[in-house]
Nanobody, 123 residues
């Protein structure tokens, strides 16, 4: 059974930073791309970033240069470093098994996801 558990969210001021983590189990982590998606209040899922099993990273345009995705295959963990946060980054962030760049909300619904971690950017 695929299990994904996110952590690291919280309340931060604009310009601040957070580091999200996702602990994975129940599948061969090293053989899959992994993805972060988010859902802002009242909106649909939005693709944020994907890292391939080889470690190649892709980012949504609005987060390029501010967010950084990484993975540790030995620890079966996925991370997302969020820097220079903006109020519009406020959302629940989910990690997902698999994925690809520029996923649509419909694509995202097909992925196994964790329960999410809340990121709130507010002064």
């Amino acid at each position: 059974e695929v299990q994904l558990v996110e952590s690291g969210g919280g309340l931060v001021q604009p310009g601040g930073s957070l580091r999200l983590s996702c602990a994975a189990s129940g599948f061969m982590f090293s053989e899959y791309a992994m993805t972060w998606v988010r859902q802002a209040p009242g909106k649909g899922f939005e693709w944020v970033s994907t890292i391939t099993f080889r470690g190649i990273a892709y980012y949504e345009d609005s987060v390029k240069g501010r967010f950084s995705i990484s993975r540790d295959n030995a620890e079966k963990s996925l991370h997302l470093q969020l820097d220079s946060l903006k109020t519009e980054d406020t959302a629940v962030y989910y990690c997902a098994k698999g994925g690809w760049s520029n996923m649509t909300p419909r694509d995202i619904m097909t992925l196994s996801r964790g329960q999410g971690t809340q990121v709130t950017v507010s002064s």
